[in-house]
Nanobody
Framework: QVQPVESGGGLVQAGGSLRLSCAAS????????MGWFRQAPGKEREFVAG????????DYADSVKGRFTITRDNAKNTVYLQMGSLKFEDTAVYYC????????????????????WGRGTQVTVSS
């Protein structure tokens, strides 16, 4: 079992960059595929990016492809989301989530695939 904890959110101007981190407790972090989701006010939670257990496969929502990069460092039990060319519409609470080891080595977009969720970190992009 892992417990994700997000950090790195804040206020940034449009066009700027921000890096989110997600530190996960537990000795078997490398057994979990990880994902980033976001939820804006009045909207449903949406998939942003996913990464496989070893970090060799990534997946991105079309809205962030080419601007965001997801990586992980299994030695540090941490997954990152590097966000660039930020837009006002990227404003949301960003959540880190871990899929159970039984899911396997792929990436996943469906929120119900992920069992463990962090509490989120606010990202606000000013226009």
């Amino acid at each position: 079992q892992v417990q994700p904890v997000e950090s790195g959110g804040g206020l940034v101007q449009a066009g700027g960059s921000l890096r989110l981190s997600c530190a996960a407790s537990g000795r078997t972090f490398s057994s979990y595929a990880m994902g980033w989701f976001r939820q804006a006010p009045g909207k449903e939670r949406e998939f942003v990016a996913g990464i496989s257990r070893r970090g060799d496969t990534t997946d991105y929502a079309d809205s962030v492809k080419g601007r965001f990069t997801i990586t992980r460092d299994n030695a540090k039990n941490t997954v990152y989301l590097q966000m660039g060319s930020l837009k006002f519409e990227d404003t949301a609470v960003y959540y880190c989530a871990a899929a159970p080891p039984s899911f396997g080595s792929a990436t996943a977009r469906a929120p119900q695939t992920y069992y463990y969720w962090g509490r989120g970190t606010q990202v606000t992009v000013s226009s």
